[in-house]
């Protein structure tokens, strides 16, 4: 290389970093996404930030959830802000593999409602109050199970978990329905809704339990409601599927997810399935 080269080259390479740095920036994601994580897990996936909320990753092997034993990966989380969240501790919404993630997150994004299952510089969900949890802010309720349910809000996107808040036996009807009503009466339009309708090791669908999600459904008035908490792999899209009908039976928009990590886009107040 010549002198009058190199010295060509030393004096392009500026022009050319001046250029790259004046390239117009890349169109911003606007896509809201979502993920099915198998039982009552989701991943919700805004241009703002996404929320992780009960994933239990390779712990559901043991409860015959399927397949996709690992429906998420950490490095997927890793180009916007995060909020990782378990309504409790149970073993069907909360994994302590996923406090290895929490570790690369930052302080403030990593919550927990029922008796403390995570790290002390952790959140503690608590009922009926209102917390900011990395980019999602939160409001709570008492679950009639353990920990919370919970309203979330996450860029332009409000979503109903409730955890285990359900209708599990007729006997707490009141009890669940004045945590629905509490929720209601903050008067958020809900986007999306997820709630539990069946129970038990044989993932049982009661007619408590859909009386339950109903009434939820008809207090908040999601968008769209999705059906959650089947762990049962070979009834799970049936299972889904018989609350949907169901629920449009009743004048409600409801999607039933048929497998684990299937995904979802939301937007305009719909919810579409989408191929992978
Ligand atoms: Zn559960």
Known sequence: MTLQVLMAFALARPIVSQATTQRPAVTR???????????????????????????????AARDNIGPRLVALRP??????????????????????????????????????????????QDMRLEPRTSVTVGPARLWTIRSTDSGVGLLARIGDVTIYHAGDHARWVD?????YRAEVDHLASLGMAVDIAFVPMAMGSRCNATESLRTGAM????????????????RCGGVMGERYQAFADAASAAGYTAVAPRAIG??????????????R
Not at 35 to 46: E, P, V
Not at 262 to 275: I, K, M, N
Request: glycine share 8%; charged share 25%.
């Open 262 to 275: 299937e995904e979802f886009s939301y937007a305009e107040g719909r919810l579409t399935r989408r191929t």
């Open 215 to 230: 009434y939820a459904i008809a207090r908040l008035k999601p968008r769209v409601t999705v059906p959650m908490h089947v």
């Open 171 to 175: 006997e707490i009807d009141g009890d």
């Open 29 to 59: 994601d606007t896509t809201v996404l979502l993920r099915y994580l198998g039982n009552s897990g989701w991943w919700i996936r805004t241009p703002a930030g996404s929320l992780v909320i009960d994933y239990v990753g390779r712990n």
């Open 75 to 120: 490095s997927e989380l890793s180009d916007r802000p995060v909020a990782i969240i378990a309504t409790h501790e149970h073993d069907d919404h909360f994994a302590t593999g996923l406090l290895a993630w929490a570790d690369s997150v930052p302080r403030g994004s990593v919550a927990a409602g029922g008796p403390s299952p995570l790290r002390p």
